[in-house]
């Protein structure tokens, strides 16, 4: 990785400032960091004080931290100075923009990867690799569920000021619970969606704008079925998935770490990871994004590839 590139960082919440101090930790010494509340960049030394043109013009690579709502016109703003692009999930709260977006980094020859570290967490990792493998033959359904109290996200935060809890800044379960969608289709190959269905709505008394609850239902052209349960009322954080395949059942606990086997008559821990630095999935992300853009390859969740999830996400039909 040429670790002399200049780097933005827009957005400098919880995740921009995750992202900001792994980069500096793998070695890159020019990244720079904006905010709109300029209150969360004052003690920076490294910071940008807009967004012009000329500005980004001086970045090689601009990680997009803002809120939802804000994801595409960051992202068009920065691909117009021919900027990659490493956008957080998810890709936006609707799908203004996008296309214009694919055309802009299509003619600017420009690397693009949204967000999926769930996807570089070793558990699931495993459970892609077995799946590609055919070692559970036949895939029947695969089931998703995380759940989590959303006044319990951030401690010393009023949760109903958090973008989660409001409309306009593209919050609610469905798009929080993203990583969850894009798991489902990742794992069954993104195959085609023949019917899909998505029941939604508040269930809990937390102070929010947004749904707090969701269950979908997706039918693939391969016949096989997914689900996935998201929520913000679970007192216990809880993410799990379940494949039923030809040759038994995959389960995955979150919490233990764990990947299980269950087949007729007997029962095998196919894989385990203790004490695993929950940010090391972060880490790696980002290694594989400057990958791709050494070698002028595209990522495994560009624009056009997560488009594919968030069209149902916010259609919701």
């Keep these: 990785m040429n670790k002399t590139i200049k780097i933005l960082i827009i957005g400098y919440g919880s995740i921009g400032q995750r992202h900001y101090k792994n980069l500096i930790s793998l070695g890159f010494n020019n990244v720079y960091v904006y905010d709109t509340e300029k209150s969360k960049v004052k003690n920076q030394k490294s910071k940008v004080d807009n967004l012009d043109l ?25 691909a117009q100075a021919g900027c990659h692009l ?8 609707n799908l203004s923009g996008i296309e214009k977006l694919q055309k802009l980094c299509q003619k600017n020859k420009l690397i693009n990867m949204i ?18 493998k055919n070692k559970l033959g036949k895939i ?15 401690p010393g935060q009023d949760y109903r000021k958090n973008y989660a809890a409001k409309k306009k ?25 023949v019917e899909s269905k998505f029941v939604f709505g508040k269930a809990g008394d937390l102070k929010i704008e947004t749904e707090d609850s969701c ?11 997914g689900s996935v349960r998201c929520d913000y009322l679970q007192q216990v954080y809880s993410r ?60 495994f969740n560009n624009i056009n590839t997560a488009k594919e999830v968030l069209k149902y996400c916010v259609n919701r039909k």
């Design 140 to 154: 029947y359904s695969i089931h998703h569920e995380v759940g989590c109290y959303l006044p319990y996200w951030r």
């Design 86 to 93: 490493f956008i957080e999930k998810p890709l936006s709260h």
């Design 215 to 225: 269950i979908a239902a997706f039918k693939f052209k391969n016949k096989t079925l």
């Design 115 to 132: 967000a999926c570290n769930m996807r570089f967490y070793p558990c699931l990792d495993f459970i892609k690799n077995y799946l590609e």
């Design 240 to 299: 799990s998935c379940k494949i039923v395949g030809e040759k038994g059942n995959l389960e995955w606990d979150f919490n233990e770490n764990t990947v299980w086997l269950y087949a007729k008559s007997k029962s095998k821990k196919l894989f385990e990871i203790k004490n695993y630095d929950l940010n090391q999935m972060y880490i790696d992300e980002v290694k594989y994004f400057f990958n791709c853009v050494n070698k002028n390859e595209n990522t």
């Design 169 to 193: 800044t593209g919050g609610g379960i469905i798009l929080d619970g993203i990583h969850e969608f894009d798991l489902l289709f990742w794992l069954n190959g993104f195959e085609k969606v």
């Design 54 to 78: 000329k500005t980004l013009k001086q970045f090689d690579v601009v990680f997009v931290c803002s809120p939802n709502n804000l994801h595409i016109q960051h992202a068009l703003n920065a």
